[in-house]
């Protein structure tokens, strides 16, 4: 138990730092080389709108590995359903979709941002003052990690953003 304390207080740490490495599990701060496995960077949630119940999840991966490789689900203990999305074009009028996974080739990064692929977090429970949520990424072949992120801003976010536009937790697939 107190090993399993340590390394969540360092991925805590790494996360607030704004960048996690987890080719084996390991983390790393920010300004660190790092040459192999997944790093996250920028990792934040955006809460719900007041009377709304969706929050959205923005971050960078980069893979360092020398294999590509895929992002294929996300899980938080706040939300009943995470679910990755991204933007497509359907007869001419730009919508949301649900994604079976976001590819992520070697020596690349794929950034999760509006108006492009982000994370939808329905049934989210945020309660007013929490900072920061823990999100575990599961991958294709890469190992899953779990990290602490911060809750960046409540419903501060633009408007017109992937956020709004999922506020209700309605799905339009």
């Known amino acids: 138990m107190k090993k399993f304390l340590i390394a969540l207080a360092a991925i805590s740490l790494a996360a607030c730092s704004g960048e996690v490495n987890h080719s084996e599990g390991d983390v790393s ?62 007869n001419g009028v730009m919508k949301m979709r649900q994604v079976d996974g976001i590819e992520i080739k070697a020596g690349e990064t794929v950034e999760l941002k509006p108006g492009s692929f982000h994370l939808m977090m329905f049934k989210a429970n945020l309660p007013e003052g929490q900072e920061d949520v823990s999100v575990t990424l599961n991958y294709e072949k890469a190992p899953s990690v779990t990290m602490i992120v911060p809750v960046d801003g409540r419903g501060a976010e633009k408007a017109g953003s992937a956020h709004e536009d999922h506020g209700s937790g309605t799905k339009d697939n």
Not at 40 to 62: H, K
Not at 72 to 85: D, K, L, Q, R
């Open 29 to 90: 701060h920010a300004g660190h080389q790092m040459d192999e496995g997944m790093v996250i960077s920028s990792a934040r949630v955006l809460p719900p709108f007041p009377g709304r119940d969706t929050a959205a999840g923005y971050m960078s991966i980069t893979n360092h590995s020398k294999t590509d490789d895929k992002l294929v689900s996300v899980t938080s203990p706040i939300s009943g359903a995470v679910e990755i999305h991204s933007h497509m074009e359907d």
